[in-house]
């Protein structure tokens, strides 16, 4: 049993109400891996990185079960690179920077050992990339998660609706769920958007937590309230690892289990935003997950008498 991680490794310029930071690693798939390396390993990683990337980090992600067989190392170019500036709320963000670098002519090669995976996840990279993975596998996955986000919509629409007739899940925020659905009801927009190709949608709203639409139905997961949110960079793509991290360990793609699935996401983002890039990631242990989730299930648990 495995998963593919395709996304970005990075470098990130992060400035939150509570500090910043110049140059530390990012990345959607990056993310990806720590999250769902806490529920399945391998993780096969696909990516590409600059002669910039330090071994240390690649050394870091292997020794949490992530194979690297499928992340490219061009040797005279730069990581990519994203900065963002947070606003007061946290909530929103600007995107003050994002340098393509080595992902300009990223051409990802699904290695021969990564086939036969049942779990795809596709993290926030060029659509076009995310088909061209999609297309060379030999035998479908059984469960294909789609991430993006409103700069690909900005600059590769058509594409993007091409991958996503391809996907069983799409992971979008808010805003970005309004940006591709033309719709401003959240409701009107998960209809749309599950006749666009995917079977299930996952709508993520911040500290407001996140909406699963299926059909016509809906769940709600919350976030938990934390005292401290320190830095938000990641939290979605860290959601979607926890999300698919426990959808490949349990082998159960039921939308009964992806309410679970939610909370597990919801769970590891929590984490995320407590430091800032993925140095939280890395310290938590199976006992801290386990008792995040806890707190979750008192947060959402009540007792009612319906007369
Ligand atoms: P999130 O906060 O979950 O949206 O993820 C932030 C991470 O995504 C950062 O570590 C960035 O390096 C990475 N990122 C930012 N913009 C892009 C993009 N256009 N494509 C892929 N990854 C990106």
Known sequence: MSLISVGTMAFDAIETPFGKVDRIIGGSATYVAYAASNFIKPVQQISIVGNDFPQDEMDALINRGVEL???????????????GKYHIDMNTRDTLITDLNVLADFNPIVPESYQGAEFLMLGNLMPSLQLSVIKQLQKRPKLIVMDTMNFWM???????????????????????????????????AARKILTMGPKFLIIKKGEHGALLFHENHV?????????????PTGAGDTFAGGFM??????????FENMKTAIIVGSALASFCVEKFGTERLREITQEDVNARLNEFVQLVNFDINLV
Do not use: C, Y
């Open 219 to 231: 769940f709600f997961a919350p976030a938990l309230p934390l005292e401290e949110v320190f830095d």
């Open 69 to 83: 067989d499928g992340v490219e190392v061009v040797p005279d170019k730069k990581s990519f690179f994203w900065s």
């Open 245 to 254: 991290g426990h959808l490949a360990k349990t082998k159960d793609i039921s």
């Open 154 to 188: 900005d600059i590769a629409m058509d594409d993007l609706k091409t991958v996503l007739k391809e996907v069983d899940v799409l992971l979008v925020n808010d805003g970005e769920a309004r940006q591709l659905s033309e719709e401003v009801s959240l409701v009107k």
